[in-house]
């Protein structure tokens, strides 16, 4: 079959309100930093009613990488379920005018489309408070084989295990594509969702996964273990291809013998550190479509990475197909 | 044969004069920040005159390590030139009393005993002065080939190779590991070392050399390229065991597939980064006596790092047995 998309996105549908604040914040409210953290609707309203200025973006981890991808010039899709309510609407004219093909139909009742308060503290840190929402409902229907298998890679988010329901989608999805011969990547999202759903990821990795993301906290909360090398050493057994993001100390890619380390790309000011590794996986996955090798792949990521974190916001400004170009690696 | 030592260590014996200044310290008299150079006497003691309360300590390259490498409980014997003059007098007993075998004769006449005068900014960062005076004077009489043969390994620093006349005394070293089978490890030293003798360490890595120390900058210079993953895959194809050490990065371990990405040991203020790849290798070396895994050795060497960078000198203050121990690596 030819490939009618580079990636194929699975992941949750958020509306992102960004809220900038001192550390101070976070105690007086008792967020915890720098991680995510579900919270229901009550929750979430209450947080809405002390963030009066907070502003409203497309979020959503995988949605951020299908925005990234699309902004280096790739084919993407995104299956994520909203409500056909004000943050749904705008969240799918959204991803549809940067130009992801987007299907899911959305929901006509039921809970509101999902919305993600984030908190940045000066230091670029970002604490997330997470209301699923309409992301529950996401149902094996959503998924349309076809267009998964169509895809040179499907690209799955761990934050969707949150959702029992969401499920069967998954398997779905990642039975078309493997089915296609097509290859299957995975982020672990988040260290305290991989504490969630440790074996679940565990088995999954074994089982289906060929492409990796975590970054060292998730990696080294994958495997119980304290140091990173010793997470290193860990996903490299797997023989899978694994890429570990390490914030300001770079990356480490590693497939069979083969092994990079390389350094993050220079960023003058962190503003906001949410989507850093959403778009590190963008830049990666884009590379990885255009046969490049792998350390050009992560340096991609790292580029696209360094867009991100220099402003608000979780997806990126700057055309990233124009920075691969100036950087030589378009 | 029995070994006698874990680590016989050859380099230029030297004594070190300290002086804490300002960055402009350095501009007013014309001192290359954070390298080394070398200089004349005339230029020595024109520079001694205007440190007038500057401490001496003896130091050395690999006269360091092998203080590190005693402080851990090690066996060592170290090659270097003196002169029998009094900052010739401290360096032996220095290096005597912390039971590092030395037996190397002192020069009569000639050139006085060798200083590194040593800029330290308030960055931490050290800039060195080197006047090799009697260094230049070791000679293949100086080498005792069946101590060398007794040496479980043989440490040799590449600062030797700016004196044509050591090169001798190196290759008889070298000659003598090799055939009683011991295996010969070589540090880099300064990237400008690598810039002057590029073509003939390369062939020495590729003859001779089973352990290669280098700094991020050092082995950049070797390979003449400009990102560090470059020179890992650079160094990583010489199939040689490689310690690739990164400042406040960590390190690289590498030896064939196997591959170790560590962390730098904390370190609560860097006071003065003299020594920081002398002690690393002392770490590493010591793990290795000990016949340690790769990713412990690169942890002892960490430690001994940090160590030595948290004050003022190029050799350990505290025990690094202890802190080895305290590790859980002793």
């Not at 995988?62 to 056909?84: E, H, Q, R, Y």
């Not at 503003?271 to 778009?279: H, K, L, M, N």
Request: proline content about 2%; aromatic content about 8%; some cysteine.
């Amino acid at each position: 079959m030819t490939e009618r998309y580079d990636v194929a996105g699975v992941g949750n549908a958020i509306v992102d309100v960004i809220f900038a604040a001192p550390d101070s914040f976070l105690l007086e409210h008792r967020i915890a930093k720098g991680t995510m953290t579900l919270i229901d609707e009550y929750r979430a309203e209450s947080l809405f009613a002390i963030m009066p200025d907070a502003h409203h973006l497309s979020g959503g981890s995988a949605a951020n990488t299908m925005a990234g991808l699309a902004s280096f010039g790739a084919k993407g899709l995104f299956v994520g379920k909203v409500k056909d309510d004000e943050r749904g609407n705008a969240f799918a004219s959204d991803i549809r005018r940067i130009g992801v093909r987007y299907d899911v139909a959305a929901a006509k009742d039921g809970a509101a489309t999902a919305c993600c308060l984030i908190v940045v503290t000066p230091d670029g840190q970002r604490s997330m408070n997470t209301y699923l929402g309409a992301c529950r409902e996401l149902r094996s229907h959503d998924v349309d084989e076809a267009a998964i298998a169509s895809a040179r890679v499907l690209y799955v988010e761990g934050y969707l295990w949150d959702d029992e329901g969401s499920k069967a989608a998954i398997r779905k999805a990642v039975k078309a594509a493997k089915h296609a011969g097509r290859k299957v990547a995975f982020t672990l999202s988040d260290p305290f969702c991989v504490g969630r759903y440790r074996d679940e990821f565990l088995a999954l990795l074994e089982s289906d996964i060929d492409i990796l993301f975590a970054n060292e906290e998730e990696a080294k909360a994958l495997y119980e273990v304290e140091a990173f090398d010793d997470a290193l050493q860990a996903t490299r057994a797997t023989g899978k291809l694994v890429a570990l993001t390490r914030s300001a100390k770079g990356c480490v890619i590693a497939r069979g013998d083969e092994i990079h380390v390389l350094d993050a790309a220079p960023v003058a000011k962190v503003v906001d550190t949410t989507g850093a590794g959403d778009q590190f996986a963008a830049g990666f996955l884009f590379g990885l479509s255009r046969g490049r090798p792998l350390d050009d792949c992560g340096r991609l990521g790292a580029i696209a990475a360094a867009e991100v974190i220099s402003h608000y916001g979780a997806r990126p400004e700057a055309s990233l197909k124009g920075l691969a170009a100036r950087a030589g690696l378009a």
